[in-house]
């Protein structure tokens, strides 16, 4: 309770004994400081980056994606086969997608989920095998159906009734990549009416939102998919949420996927089911995401137990996440431009203005998402103060890191780094009051490189057809 009376700061935030620590839940194994207190990531330190590259950077530590992803699928391969099954891990590429990233995880055994045209144009670009791709998204258009289905993209999640019917019509065609004769693979993406939101979850039996198809419903819809000829339903597909912590959702949900899959087992065989992503990660000190051997074991035991109380099969499972791949293995370094100090009702508030904001990372405004900062150039003196960094956007809204304990000397011109901004930061990013989008470098044992460049002034004007040229 130290906040309430005499600071700004929230109850989770709990002062740091030197506010130049790296909390290594939230950081890549590889940020450290070097002697001179400099931040230090892939073996690169933050100056010579910047040097580079300029701010803001999007950094991206290469063994820290690739690590992620072998320890989910080593996870997920172990659980499955203490519990009699396999398991298969895609990459979820909404959080963060381009052709070097697609190459990493594919090279480390994993598949890529997409859930657009777009999406599924940058595996393809990548040299993704398309029998490696999993094709989501709530409203597929014919055109991207078309695509994926000449592609031979090895899962259609079929989303809603429609979508039957669309495919239908492009199977019929022979449209397929592997000919005429080979059926697409598809699974039934249903809504379990459970949702998990970080720790808690709620379990309702309608469920307010977009996707899947309602459990009261899928009967129906499966037994259309196995009607059609070229067309071949392998499974049910369930997602529940995303930063979610513990297995409590997962285990609600697959319990109550695994009454329908029971049910439907009386239509044909049912190799396969998918219970999504949406692992948890940290993105604070506060924030204590369970070790994922946890997760995967307690998820597959879950399903496990279930088949075997229903005397079924277990099927091959899979998982989609996204943000825990990624999430930690990204930070952005900003320069410090202005700094203000702001008399509230209660204390003080410092806010610290860098040369970014809502524009690379829209998950503070969109969500009131928190984050972790520390200084890059050097490491601080002065005791912690309570800080709120912000962008240059004209909107107040546009924060960076709501809440945190900088040194007390920070000032104009120090490097600032943001943590775990690898997920759904790019992505989501914008030209909002025309600022370029930063570049993203990998950096990986001392090395940099450019995996996607930077915006420059001419890429901000290509568009505008009133400039003379
Ligand atoms: N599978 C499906 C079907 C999904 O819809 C998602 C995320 C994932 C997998 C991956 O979830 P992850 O493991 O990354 O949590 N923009 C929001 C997150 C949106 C997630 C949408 N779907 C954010 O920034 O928090």
């Known amino acids: ?60 530590d290469e063994t820290e994606v690739r ?8 996870a997920f391969d172990a659980a499955a086969r203490a519990h009699g099954t396999t398991a298969r891990v895609y990459y979820a590429g909404k959080a963060l997608l381009n052709t070097t ?13 997409v859930c657009t045209g777009g999406e599924l144009e940058v595996a393809l670009a990548a040299g993704a095998d398309a029998g490696r791709l999993g094709f989501h998204g709530n409203n597929k258009s ?15 999640i079929i989303d809603s009734a429609i979508e039957i019917e669309r495919l239908a019509a492009i199977v019929s065609r022979g449209a397929s990549a592997a000919g005429a004769d080979a059926a697409q693979r598809v699974m039934l993406r249903v809504n379990s009416g459970v949702h998990a939101e970080t720790h808690d979850f709620l379990a309702t039996a309608h469920e307010d939102q977009k996707f899947g198809t309602p459990l009261q419903l899928a009967p129906e819809l499966v037994a259309r998919i196995r009607e059609i000829e070229g067309l071949e339903f392998v499974g049910l597909h369930c997602h529940i949420g995303s930063q979610i912590f513990g297995v409590a959702g997962f285990r609600e949900s697959a319990s109550r996927v695994l009454d329908l899959h029971q049910e439907l087992l009386a239509g044909g065989d049912i190799p396969q ?63 410090v431009g202005t700094i203000k100090d702001v008399a509230l ?29 520390r200084l890059a150039s050097r490491a601080g003196e002065g005791a912690p103060v309570l800080v709120r960094v912000v962008g240059k956007h004209c909107e107040s809204g546009d924060i960076v890191v709501d809440h945190e304990h900088l040194p007390g000397d920070v000032a104009p011109g120090d490097l ?25 470098v990998a950096v990986r044992d001392g090395e940099s490189r450019v995996i996607v460049r930077g915006e420059s002034m001419a890429d901000l004007l290509a568009r505008d057809a009133g400039i003379q040229r």
Request: hydrophobic letters at 45%; proline letters at 8%.
């Open 416 to 440: 600032l780094a943001v943590a775990a901004t690898g997920a759904y930061c790019a992505p989501l990013s914008s030209n909002y009051n025309h600022v370029p989008r930063p570049p993203i």
């Open 67 to 74: 690590r992620r992803a072998h320890v989910l699928r080593a």
């Open 101 to 113: 990233i697609v190459r990493w995880v594919l090279d480390e055994g994993l598949n890529v989920d």
């Open 273 to 335: 089911l998918n219970l999504g992503g949406g692992f948890g990660i940290a993105y604070t000190r506060a924030d204590a995401p369970e070790p994922i051997e946890t997760l995967a074991d307690g998820i597959v035991a879950a399903v496990a137990e279930g088949c075997a109380a229903r005397g079924i099969p277990v099927p091959a499972l899979s998982f989609e996440p996204g943000r825990a791949i990624v999430g930690n293995a990204g930070v952005t370094l900003y320069e």
């Open 142 to 156: 014919v055109a991207e159906l078309e695509r994926a289905v000449a592609a031979g993209v090895g899962t259609i």
């Open 1 to 60: 309770m130290h906040s309430a009376v005499s600071s700004p700061a929230p109850e989770w935030l709990t002062p740091p004994d030197d506010a130049n620590d790296l909390v290594p839940a939230v950081w890549p194994a590889s940020a450290e400081r070097d002697a001179d207190g400099e931040l230090v990531l892939g073996g690169v330190t933050a100056g010579r980056l910047v040097r580079t590259y300029g701010t803001p950077l999007q950094v991206l």
């Open 345 to 373: 009702e209660v204390g003080t508030r410092r806010y610290v203005s860098v040369d970014g904001g809502m524009s690379d990372n829209a998950r503070p405004a969109l969500y009131g998402a928190q984050y972790s900062a």
